[in-house]
């Protein structure tokens, strides 16, 4: 893509509306336009920050067996009173009328309607275990929509279901999810702290949910130092290994982290010596519910078990805030000059800066070079806008892509181009013949 065609309206100054960073950062480097309180539209750079993280969490859904629909974001009603949360959800949910005075709703989560479609496609436990998920977007008229789209009111969500013919059944669907969401977060650069959080106005047996760590977020969070210590990329399991499955979950929860809700003061001290116990702020970024029959049960969700009797089935929830996340991740890494991409969901891989358009030789260089990459289906912002060279810098390093390629005159006379890492500012000088190769660009340092 060149800068020149694009659209990226950059601010200069700090929003004023923005408290922190993220919101800053995706204001500053026009990813994102608040439309109305918590509802955004997303502007080119964060429409693909957005695709990038939803297709991580599709990725590994799929790897861990859950089958993907795609369900409405308008609901009838009827469904809602069924299980009894129609009333019960309150003012977070959007309530709509058609134009024939039929109550309608904004889905603010999927259950009710999931476990319909569910209870239509399924009747013998020899169809089991299934998990249907789909990404969409959800509404909640919160309180507070608030920090961008951390909060906001219109959000991008991944909801998983499981069904399942036995609690134990059921609790393997449950685990994992559980080391699912290790490894979509771990592919996103982040270490996602599994807490056992409180099941809430949804219910249910058992929850995690999995925050990352920031100042500016929202839950209180106790946990054991140790979890820095652990192996976050030893998630390459076999999902149908019962026992290597709960192993992971074993592992991952036999050291001490709490959020707010749950923390207890007497336990933290007694399971955690005390040069261990952390103490900070994190962000919710997914959630995981194990509700064995509590909802099959109301609405008629069964299924044949093997002697011919019905059975309720055993079910389970999983969200993961898919939009949250884009504001979550440069929460997690961005420095005083702007973001820093994990690469995996950069908008684009490298940015190529042209430090004198105009220059014939500067031109057919760059242009070289951005053909070459992009031939080779790497991602490549070109800076080819007549700009100075402190400016172009200054928004190469606020939009934060992960690798630099700086072409400029006196370097090309000795056939010299500067890449840089974003991330650790480490800088080389390679020809032009070898920045028409990705490995060279990001091999040159462990990013
Ligand atoms: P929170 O405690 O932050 O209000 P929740 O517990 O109500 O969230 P869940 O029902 O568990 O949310 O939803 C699954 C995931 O969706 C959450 O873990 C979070 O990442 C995301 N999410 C929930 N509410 C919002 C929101 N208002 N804006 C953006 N993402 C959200
Ligand atoms: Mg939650």
């Known amino acids: 893509m060149r800068l020149s065609h694009y659209f990226m309206p950059i601010l200069r100054d700090d929003p004023k509306e923005a408290e922190i960073v993220s919101h800053k950062l995706m204001l500053r480097c026009g990813m994102i336009r608040q439309e109305a309180a918590g509802s955004y539209s997303w502007l080119p750079m964060g429409f693909r920050v957005l695709k990038k993280i939803e297709q991580i969490v599709r990725e590994e859904q799929d790897r861990a067996g859950a089958i993907e629909v795609l369900m409405p974001t308008i609901q009838p009603a009827d469904l809602w009173r069924k299980s009894g949360r129609y009333d019960a959800y309150g003012k977070e949910m959007l309530r709509i009328k058609d134009r ?29 275990p299934r998990n249907l998920y789909h990404i969409q977007w959800k509404f909640r008229d919160e309180v507070r929509p608030r920090f961008g789209v951390m909060r906001g009111r219109e959000f991008l969500m991944k909801d998983a279901y499981s069904f399942d013919v036995s609690r134990e059944a059921g ?19 982040l270490k996602a702290v599994p807490m056992r959080a409180e099941t809430g106005p949804i219910g249910g047996e058992d929850s995690h949910e999995f925050l990352i760590l920031a100042e500016t977020g929202e839950s209180g969070v106790y946990f054991d130092r140790d979890f820095f210590d652990m192996d976050w990329s030893a998630f390459d399991i076999d999902y149908d290994d019962v026992a290597a499955v709960v ?63 019905k059975v309720p089935v055993h079910s389970g929830s999983y969200g993961i805030g898919v939009s949250r996340l884009v504001g979550g991740i440069i929460e997690a890494s961005h420095d005083a000059a702007g973001i820093i991409w994990p690469e995996p969901v950069a908008p684009f891989k490298v940015g190529l800066i042209n430090l004198k358009v105009g220059d014939a030789d500067t031109d057919a260089a760059c242009l070289n070079i951005y053909k070459a990459l992009e031939g080779k289906g790497v991602e490549v912002l070109y800076d080819d806008r007549d700009d100075r060279p402190g400016a172009k810098f200054a928004v190469m390093d606020l939009i934060g892509l992960p690798y630099q390629v700086i072409v400029g005159p006196r370097g090309l006379k000795e056939d010299k181009i500067e890449i840089k890492n974003r991330k650790t500012g480490a800088r080389k000088t390679i020809t032009v013949q070898e920045a028409g190769d990705y490995r060279n660009i990001s091999d040159f340092i462990e990013y």
């Not at 904004?106 to 436990?125: A, L």
């Not at 609790?171 to 650069?189: C, D, I, P, W």
């Not at 991952?252 to 707010?260: G, I, P, V």
């Not at 952390?278 to 970024?285: D, F, H, S, T, W």
């Open 171 to 189: 609790q393997h669907s449950y685990n994992k999810m559980f080391v699912s969401y290790l490894r979509t977060f771990a592919r996103m650069g």
């Open 247 to 309: 192993k992971v979950v074993d592992d991952f929860t036999s050291k001490y982290a709490a959020t707010d809700e749950k923390h207890d003061p007497a336990e933290f001290e007694k399971r955690v010596s005390e040069s261990h116990r952390l103490a900070g702020r994190g962000i919710e970024v997914g959630h995981i519910f194990f509700f064995g029959t509590k909802y099959s049960e109301p609405l008629g969700c069964e299924v044949q078990g093997p002697d011919g009797k």
């Open 100 to 128: 024939h005075d039929r109550d309608m709703l904004y889905g603010p989560t999927n259950e009710e309607m999931i476990t319909d479609i569910f209870r239509q496609g399924v009747q013998s436990y020899k169809d089991l």
